[in-house]
């Protein structure tokens, strides 16, 4: 049996109870206690349930530990909440929101975009080597534009196929190039996207070392969840797993982890 397999202490389960808002009485039902949740565990997923590893905005407006996305989710009061809340978010912009490596739609905290953009952003020098053209020819109108709808975007864009417009979008996610700045439902349902520095302009030029950003990262997961699993770190984050290892060792060699056995780290503020 692997570490991943291994049930968690059930006082770390608890711990985790806590802090991701897994009971009714903690549950998330507005915005503003969303961002709160959000600045106090620093990044979360947005909709994923009790399947994947990590806290995330779903779980906390259920208020349970265990939660999973019904079938059929557009009569579900639970998920519909979640996504009201989330596109609240999105609206007001006091937060991160965007897909990072996997596809993970994510929120982060202000204070810790400068790490997650010295580990996946791109710098205006990299685009033309490391952006696909469809990309290039999207952020190209976006800088001149700085806003635009989905549909109206495709179109200036040159990048008609809507599969090959979807990847470009992603990709500049991925690289803190492009985030939503809005979403609208009527009279059509759209995503406004934006320069990622329209909103985040400070963070984006703070420099931080990838030594620092990765251990930051691991911090500020480790201080919500008490205790990783082998691979969690990276499961979560996207990063991949050397790099969640060094962000991990960095924080036992402070004094703010200890090893319980290999890729298993425990937050030591748990142990008391």
């Not at 800088?143 to 470009?168: C, I």
Request: some cysteine; charged content about 30%.
């Amino acid at each position: 049996m692997t570490a991943t397999q291994l049930p968690l202490p059930e006082e770390i389960e608890l711990f985790r109870d806590k802090m991701w808002c897994r009971e009714p009485e903690l549950r998330i039902e507005e915005a503003l206690a969303a961002e709160r949740f959000i600045d106090r565990l620093v990044f979360c997923a947005a909709l994923t349930d009790s399947r994947r590893a990590g806290p995330s905005l779903y779980i906390a407006v259920c208020g349970r530990r265990d939660t999973h996305t019904p079938r059929n989710v557009q009569k579900d009061p639970e998920t519909s909440l979640a996504w009201t809340i989330k596109d609240e978010i999105v609206r007001r912009g006091r937060v991160y929101y965007g897909k990072l490596q996997g596809g993970r739609s994510t929120f982060i905290s202000r204070r810790l975009v400068p790490h997650f953009h010295a580990l996946l952003g791109l710098m205006p020098g990299e685009e033309k080597s490391r952006l696909s053209k469809p990309a290039q020819a999207v952020i190209k109108v976006l800088r001149k534009e700085w806003e635009m709808g989905t549909r109206d975007l495709r179109n200036a864009s040159g990048v008609k196929e809507r599969s090959v417009f979807t990847k470009a979008i992603d990709e500049l996610q991925r690289s803190f190039k492009v985030i939503p700045g809005e979403i609208v439902y009527a009279p059509k349902f759209t995503y406004i996207w934006t320069l990622t520095e329209s909103r985040f302009q400070d963070e984006l030029a703070c420099v931080v070392t990838r030594e620092e950003a990765l251990k930051e990262i691991a911090r500020a997961y480790l201080a919500g969840a008490g205790m990783t699993l082998r691979g969690e770190l990276a499961r979560v984050t996207g990063l991949s797993n050397p790099d969640a290892g060094i962000g991990n060792w960095e924080l036992v060699d402070e004094g703010f982890a200890t090893r319980v056995a290999p890729g298993v780290y425990r937050l030591k503020q748990a142990d008391s």
